[in-house]
Nanobody, 123 residues
Framework: QVQLVESGGGLVQPGGSLRLSCASS????????MGWYRQAPGKERELVAT???????NYADSAQGRFTISRDNTKNTVYLQMNSLKPEDTAIYYC?????????????????WGRGTKVTVSS
């Protein structure tokens, strides 16, 4: 199994910035892709951004131009730089990882989720 731990959330004023981090650990063979999702109160979880092992990125329309996803393959860590934050960005942000990992000597591909980090944008 792959463990994902997010950090970097907090309270920020509108127009401010935050940088989220997600560190992965476990018997990882390779990471296919990682991403960030978010869930606001009373709403469904939605995609924010994803990045593949070769660096290809994909953004939700709401994140395009304001957020940047990046990864450090040597550390199996993914980042989300969020600029020009708006109150509607308030949500719990979850890290997602699609990875190949070892389990009982078998190589398995699976998807893991972190527990989330809360981002609040308010004055």
């Amino acid at each position: 199994q792959v463990q994902l731990v997010e950090s970097g959330g907090g309270l920020v004023q509108p127009g401010g910035s935050l940088r989220l981090s997600c560190a992965s650990s476990g018997n990882i063979f390779s990471i296919v892709a990682m991403g960030w999702y978010r869930q606001a109160p009373g709403k469904e979880r939605e995609l924010v951004a994803t990045i593949t092992s070769d660096g290809a990125t994909n953004y939700a329309d709401s994140a395009q131009g304001r957020f940047t996803i990046s990864r450090d393959n040597t550390k199996n860590t993914v980042y989300l730089q969020m600029n020009s934050l708006k109150p509607e960005d308030t949500a719990i942000y979850y890290c997602n990882g699609d990875a190949m990992y070892f389990s009982s000597s078998s190589l398995i591909r699976g998807v893991s989720w972190g527990r989330g980090t809360k981002v609040t944008v308010s004055s």
